[in-house]
């Protein structure tokens, strides 16, 4: 099934439009026809099955049906990542979403390479988030992640509601726990040199959680943390 992303405002029943990177991913993509039955979005919980009406060369008209509720898949799991340097965070924050992630937070951990300015935090939150959203489109997902940027990881921890916390530790050997009432999970990670001891401090109320004997990479290690909560819990 074809499925594209359009505003909340727009996904009622009837006729709709949508131009931009949706219609080329209909039109060049996916080479899309009048008549094609596709899936629409809005990325916060909502789906309506449509069919396509007519393509032009800047916009794809399509005819809804009525727009329907999607549940969310519990746990609600949030990663805490750090920024990370060039194309591994686009990869990292992909990847995430893949593997279903509901929330992402990027933070400027004291060890990160890369930095994000507030001249430049607007651009990239956009990029990350049009990265958020075709990741989701590619592998299924009816909600796009929330990706968000905290100026520090204090600020990320700050509003955190209730539920399991896990830091992902190399030289710890525990194990994936859940637990029966884990309806809500934040993974905290490292940058590539580690936590410092300021952070670990910052971490303390977070329960372990190693990845097996090898050093993962930064970008690695969150997604694989969140891929095995997924498959522990079949959601």
Known sequence: MIRVFVDPALLIAG????????????????RARPGDPVELVDGAGRRAAATIARLSAGETALIAGPPEPIAPAPPRVRALVPLIKGDRMDTCLEKLVEVGVDAVVVWPAARSVARLDDARRDARLARYRSI????????????????????SLAAALADLPAGLRLVLDPASDAGLALGAGAEDVTIASGP???LTAAERDQLAAFAPLGLGPRVLRADTAPV??????????RS
């Open 192 to 194: 590539e040199g580690g």
């Open 132 to 151: 958020a959203q075709a990741a989701a489109r590619q592998s299924g997902r009816a909600h796009v992640p929330e990706v968000a940027a905290a100026p």
């Open 224 to 233: 694989i943390a969140v891929a095995l909560i997924r498959a522990a819990t």
């Open 15 to 30: 006729e709709l439009v949508v131009h931009g990177d949706e219609h080329h991913y209909l039109a060049h993509v996916r």
